[in-house]
């Protein structure tokens, strides 16, 4: 099994920038693919970011603005989230993916208002 912890959410203004971080531990598989998720209130929970061994990808409301990245040495993921918008205003999930397998953080709450 893998656990996954996330931190760095908080609540921060229009424009400003804040980094989460997501710390794996268990039976990390190598060729996982590792994310990031987010659920606002009343919506579906949805893809923000992921990245693996050829890359990343992002959704498109978030490009050009987060970066996905990891250090696989210390079984850490972050998501760098600049220019922040109140539409960012969610919880964020880190997600571990091994073939069939998925594993879920307890979530973050982000919160973007003047």
């Known amino acids: 099994q893998v656990q996954l912890v996330e931190s760095g959410g908080g609540l921060v203004q229009p424009g400003w920038s804040l980094r989460l971080s997501c710390a794996a531990s268990g039976s990390i598989r190598s060729g996982n693919v590792m994310g990031w998720y987010r659920q606002a209130p009343g919506k579906q929970r949805d893809l923000v970011a992921i990245?693996?061994?050829?890359?990343?990808t992002y959704a498109d409301s978030v490009k050009g603005r987060f970066t996905i990245s990891r250090d696989n040495a210390e079984n850490m993921v972050y998501l760098q989230m600049n220019s922040l918008k109140p539409e960012d205003t969610a919880v964020y999930y880190c997600?571990?993916?091994?073939?069939?397998?998925?594993?879920w953080g307890q979530g973050t709450q982000v919160t973007v208002s003047p």
């Open positions: 990245i693996f061994s050829g890359g990343s």
């Open positions: 997600n571990y993916r091994f073939i069939t397998y998925n594993a």
